[in-house]
């Protein structure tokens, strides 16, 4: 072999060598990888988007929304058939009693009296796994996954945390904090989206 063809030789193996970690790190947001795809319920779900929950200058975490197909408006995103993840991976120390407000204040803002009140006891059920983490550490990861026929179940770490919620109005209004009208970061919601 010549020089040339041993240089384009060494060239390929690296590119091949290189493309399975683009394959598996689709996108990172503040240092956190989300992949491409990931599988919940035995379906495998695309990343529609990522971006990064800030509030003042700091930065409190990064989200990604996988869907089975991706979509890039919220009316689509909320009617998608199949499971659906929002995984979320903590950037800084947030105590429960924190997160649990935000998530509140989130859905109070996005939902009206009415949808509340048909949701309240999953709402009030989704209080509880924040009464059972004390405090959500860096680092820590945290998936809200949607399952047709089973309901939204939450994992901290991988690990399950709460109850299973039933109710697909109960997951879209959740989907909402970050999708609706008053979205909790007006620059996360068009990360998510796949926008950026």
Request: with cysteine.
């Amino acid at each position: 072999m010549n020089r040339r063809t041993i240089l384009h030789t060494l060239m390929a193996v690296a590119i091949a060598a290189a493309l399975p970690s683009f394959a598996l790190a689709a996108v990172d947001v503040a240092g956190v990888k989300f992949d491409d795809t990931v599988t919940v319920a035995g379906q495998p779900l695309k990343l529609n988007g990522a971006g990064l929950r800030t509030k003042v200058i700091f930065k409190v975490y990064a989200a990604g929304l996988y869907l089975t197909d991706k979509k890039s408006t919220v009316p689509d995103v909320l009617a998608v058939p199949g499971p659906r993840r929002v995984a979320i991976t903590m950037l800084r120390e947030v105590s429960s009693e924190e997160f649990g407000k935000a998530f509140t204040d989130g859905l109070n803002a996005n939902t009206g009296k009415d949808e509340r009140n048909k949701i309240l006891p999953q709402i009030m059920k989704f209080g509880e796994v924040f009464a059972q983490t004390p405090v959500l550490k860096k680092g820590d990861q945290l998936s809200l996954d949607w399952t047709p026929n089973e309901g939204t179940q939450c994992y901290l770490n991988g690990k399950k945390i709460g109850e299973l919620m039933p109710d697909l109005a109960f997951y879209n209004a959740v989907l909402r904090i970050w999708l609706g009208d008053k979205p909790v970061d007006s620059s996360l919601k068009p990360a998510l989206l796949g926008e950026k």
